[in-house]
């Protein structure tokens, strides 16, 4: 087994599910202990640094000469459940596949950015090369967070899964509440109950006109279009009684360009054109949660560089592409770092069966050190 494979094989066997995804789960602590302690015997500076109460991320910096571009290496430490998977973090190879939770979203890129680092140590780099494993990542990305309060570099990578190929954008996301009110009343009492569900019903098709017309319109030649759904919906307390409150939570996604106040005026319009035409309507929105939506440059500095590596080391042009899930890129790229995505392969991110590939996995550290050798020269 290679190095980069065994490395892979320790960190997919420590289980660090995210312990706000799943409530009991085992956290950050212990996968943070182990990446910083092989990070310090590869004779790198390390520090742990808490991004919350027992939440951690570590940082190792192999240091430059002086005089050289900086960049930045980022991957999650964290993973989501595993329900459903019967060996989670007892992992297995079959073939150039690596199997267990974690394995491809994203021990596989954590992987290959500790060896790069590692191997950035043993080159005459003028440019720092700052490594940050982060936690948190799968649900409010408290990790990346507290990172770009602290730390700053001329371009950064982040290594979650692209199969080889170059990401350069990514869709973000609005998660929105929206409360309809009525008046509660007997169900025998119609000319006193107003139904709080009913008068959801209307704002239902207004989203659903509004999703309509996102998808039909202006397209983002990598990401397509923004979109709209209702995801979860409650209200009303038994048969009997007209509900006085109904609560909708809808997500938007976002492309590179539309922002939090456009979304928020495009249901705010929704609501008072409802208004204006039913004087029994009342509806209130908040605005939850936001990640913005990335995009670099193809000409980028950053970009071009890992390009030029991978089409020499892999033998042909990556195909250059967006994502439609979000990432941490957006927040590292919002912090002044242009950053660019690539990762290795493999398949099952959040599923029963997840493996990564084995043989990309290897490339991709040997690409992410060419990269440094260059851009960091």
């Given at each position: 087994?290679?190095?980069?494979?065994?490395?892979?094989?320790?960190?997919?066997?420590?289980?660090?599910?995210?312990?706000?995804?799943?409530?009991?789960?085992?956290?950050?602590?212990?996968?943070?202990?182990?990446?910083?302690?092989?990070?310090?015997?590869?004779?790198?500076?390390?520090?742990?640094?808490?991004?919350?109460?027992?939440?951690?991320?570590?940082?190792?910096?192999?240091?430059?000469?002086?005089?050289?571009?900086?960049?930045?290496?980022?991957?999650?430490?964290?993973?989501?459940?595993?329900?459903?998977?019967?060996?989670?973090?007892?992992?297995?190879?079959?073939?150039?596949?690596?199997?267990?939770?974690?394995?491809?979203?994203?021990?596989?890129?954590?992987?290959?950015?500790?060896?790069?680092?590692?191997?950035?140590?043993?080159?005459?780099?003028?440019?720092?090369?700052?490594?940050?494993?982060?936690?948190?990542?799968?649900?409010?990305?408290?990790?990346?967070?507290?990172?770009?309060?602290?730390?700053?570099?001329?371009?950064?990578?982040?290594?979650?899964?692209?199969?080889?190929?170059?990401?350069?954008?990514?869709?973000?996301?609005?998660?929105?509440?929206?409360?309809?009110?009525?008046?509660?009343?007997?169900?025998?009492?119609?000319?006193?109950?107003?139904?709080?569900?009913?008068?959801?019903?209307?704002?239902?098709?207004?989203?659903?006109?509004?999703?309509?017309?996102?998808?039909?319109?202006?397209?983002?030649?990598?990401?397509?279009?923004?979109?709209?759904?209702?995801?979860?919906?409650?209200?009303?307390?038994?048969?009997?009684s007209y509900p006085d409150r109904c609560l909708l939570s809808v997500e938007r996604r976002?492309?590179?360009?539309?922002?939090?106040?456009?979304?928020?005026?495009?249901?705010?319009?929704?609501?008072?054109?409802?208004?204006?035409?039913?004087?029994?309507?009342?509806?209130?929105?908040?605005?939850?949660?936001?990640?913005?939506?990335?995009?670099i440059a193809e000409d980028a500095p950053i970009v071009q560089t890992l390009l030029r590596?991978?089409?020499?080391?892999?033998?042909?042009?990556?195909?250059?592409?967006?994502?439609?899930?979000w990432m941490d890129s957006a927040l590292l790229a919002a912090a002044g770092m242009p950053?660019?995505?690539?990762?290795?392969?493999?398949?099952?991110?959040?599923?029963?069966?997840?493996?990564?590939?084995?043989?990309?996995?290897?490339?991709?550290?040997?690409?992410?050190?060419?990269?440094?050798?260059?851009?960091?020269?």
């Amino acid at each position: 087994m290679s190095e980069i494979s065994e490395l892979l094989r320790q960190l997919v066997a420590i289980d660090s599910v995210n312990p706000d995804l799943v409530p009991g789960g085992a956290g950050e602590g212990e996968i943070a202990r182990f990446v910083a302690g092989w990070l310090e015997r590869a004779g790198l500076t390390v520090t742990i640094e808490e991004a919350a109460p027992g939440r951690p991320n570590v940082v190792a910096v192999a240091r430059g000469s002086g005089g050289g571009r900086s960049l930045l290496l980022n991957a999650h430490m964290d993973t989501v459940g595993v329900a459903g998977m019967q060996r989670p973090h007892e992992p297995y190879i079959e073939g150039n596949r690596l199997y267990g939770r974690g394995a491809y979203d994203m021990k596989a890129g954590l992987a290959t950015i500790m060896m790069a680092t590692a191997a950035a140590r043993r080159h005459s780099l003028r440019g720092d090369v700052i490594l940050t494993a982060v936690c948190d990542e799968e649900f409010a990305s408290i990790g990346t967070a507290s990172i770009v309060k602290s730390w700053h570099a001329d371009a950064a990578i982040l290594t979650e899964p692209t199969q080889l190929d170059v990401c350069i954008a990514h869709k973000g996301f609005c998660w929105l509440d929206i409360e309809t009110t009525g008046v509660a009343a007997h169900g025998s009492l119609p000319e006193v109950g107003v139904d709080a569900i009913v008068k959801m019903g209307k704002v239902l098709v207004g989203l659903e006109a509004l999703d309509r017309s996102l998808r039909s319109g202006p397209r983002h030649p990598l990401l397509g279009s923004g979109s709209l759904h209702a995801s979860l919906i409650s209200g009303g307390q038994e048969l009997s009684s007209y509900p006085d409150r109904c609560l909708l939570s809808v997500e938007r996604r976002t492309v590179p360009g539309e922002t939090r106040e456009l979304v928020e005026r495009q249901i705010d319009a929704i609501l008072d054109r409802i208004a204006a035409s039913d004087p029994q309507f009342q509806a209130s929105m908040k605005t939850m949660l936001v990640q913005q939506p990335f995009e670099i440059a193809e000409d980028a500095p950053i970009v071009q560089t890992l390009l030029r590596q991978a089409t020499r080391l892999l033998g042909a042009r990556p195909a250059i592409g967006g994502a439609f899930g979000w990432m941490d890129s957006a927040l590292l790229a919002a912090a002044g770092m242009p950053t660019v995505i690539f990762g290795p392969g493999g398949d099952g991110a959040h599923a029963a069966v997840e493996w990564s590939d084995l043989d990309q996995l290897q490339r991709c550290a040997d690409v992410l050190i060419a990269t440094i050798e260059e851009f960091c020269a």
